[in-house]
């Protein structure tokens, strides 16, 4: 395995070059073994490294995630295939971004909801707003907290 | 403070666990299907309305569903344990002292913490409200001061909609709750099973409020030790103590019907072989081991015109073992022995028994294949493999590879909340 001190990296690296680098290496913060006599004297400082769960959830047994049909978004960064972290738990508020239930299928738009007008914005000008007049029911099924994309071309 | 107990159960658990990610099924009459798609396991109310009782098997009401559009899922155990887990761990927010008695209930201490949520019928309704909110599952809370009535409680909350989903047997008047018991059968009684609601009915004891005012003595006598307690708990004297902590089983079942009939031996050693791999994963989780494998084959009973045979036999080891190799060699030695030839077998299965703690085992006088630090290393790679990897990554090889023999998932949901490319689709 690899550290990722021995991968000579640049800004100016051809195609080929990229190639010879190892498929698979991984980053390990402060967990040194040293073979002989001293305490590495990072081990006290040692942490865990970065978890995305940690960074994206906050309510674990709220939370849920969908993948992205359709570029109704895309104004807000929301692209097909991406996936995105709802959470039950918050109450939907004016401006954020929600999954609502319409006519039995879920829907991933802009909550609007002032002075007694509420909406469902699309963040894509091909796209109509959705307008609920007083008395219908707008069921939101949770508020979008974050979106996560992996570049497929990357494997 | 007397203790005080809650009963949470989420209404039609599977079939709700469905609803959650098709909004298209709210409403629709529909069934979960038991492995291999053979009996209702769970039903919608409206299928409930229809009279199909729990149980029934899907050929048989298939005109049924014909007629009023009954959909049937196969279940979907990923989903169902997720979201199992979700309401567990939300529950551990309202009380620490929790005992998950099933997938969908589960039993909670609450008298040092109800002073919190303003009450008991107030934390019912919270508790009701944030499973609602978290996961979008409807659940039913039943109080009382025993187990046993917090279920009777939790009944009631569910067959009686004036409660709201909450039913508080503290908050009754002794001659309400009296009311409540006479008019609720017997055999609604948690421990009241067929057999004994048959024989308490031959001694007059129909209702509730009856085993309520049975004389102890007489039901010991009659039933034991464990009935008797009911009935206390049905005075409200609290006798049943939360579970809080598992305790390690005392045997362990792998077993499950074919997707079509089986009927050669290669078939049935691949099967057999796979369950035992999967018992003793779990043995070793707990860290037993076992003194006897049982195994066993069924026909299927629902073919009437087919010859039946079902057949199983315990074989005890030398040793108490947890090496995967040595409990095949046990079961499959019993395969061979029950094994007839000319019979469609349906099902198979094995019990891991004569279970105890790997601990306190005796060192052998004489091994074989098992035992020794040698075994363990080996098992214990093997289940880190398959822990990291997937089930079955690592097998033995009798348990084979194409496995024609695995159970039928036809209609099974995708798992909405534990796959990524299964994730419900946003438009």
Known sequence: MATIESIPLSLSQSPEALQRVPQSFEFKLLKHRLSAGFPSPAADYAEDGLDLNDYLVRRKSATYMFTVKGNSMIGASIEEGDKVVVDRSLRPRHNDIVVAVVEAEYTIKRLYKHRGRVELRPENPAYQSMVFEEGAELEVWGVVVGVVRRYPQRG | MAPQFALVDVNNFYVSCERVFQPKLQKVPMVVLSNNDGCAVARSNEVKALGVKMGTPWFKMKELARKHGILAFSSNYTLYGDMSNRVVS??????????????????????????????????????????????????????????????????????????????????????????????????????????????????????????????????????????????????????LELEEIAPPKQQIMSSRSFGKPVECIEELQEAVATYVGRAAEKLRQQGSVSGAVYVFVQTNPFKENERQYNAGLTIPLLNPDDDTRVLIQAALRGLKIIYRTGFRYKKAGIMLTLLSDKATQQVALFNELGGGPRSARLMAAMDAVNREFGRNTLRAAVSGISNTWVMRAGSRSPCYTTRWEELPVVI
Not at chain 2, 96 to 116: C, N
């Open chain 2, 90 to 239: 939300i529950l551990t927010d309202f009380s620490p002292d929790i005992e998950v008695y099933s997938i969908d209930e589960s039993f909670l201490r609450v008298e040092s913490v109800a002073h919190l949520y303003g009450g008991l019928a107030s934390m019912g309704q919270q508790i009701r409200e944030r499973i609602r909110q978290w996961t979008g599952l409807p659940v039913c809370v039943g109080f009382g001061p025993s187990k046993t009535l917090a279920k009777l409680a939790n009944h009631m909350a569910k067959k009686n909609p004036e409660f709201g989903g909450v039913c508080d047997l503290h908050a009754m008047s002794r001659l309400e709750r009296r009311q409540w018991m006479s008019r609720i059968e017997v055999g609604e009684v948690w421990g009241v099973g067929q057999r004994i609601n048959a024989r308490l009915a031959t001694m007059g004891i129909q209702t509730v409020l009856d085993l309520r005012n049975a004389s102890p003595k007489v039901i010991r006598a009659q039933f034991g030790v464990v009935m008797e307690r009911t009935c206390e708990e049905l005075r409200g004297v609290s006798c």
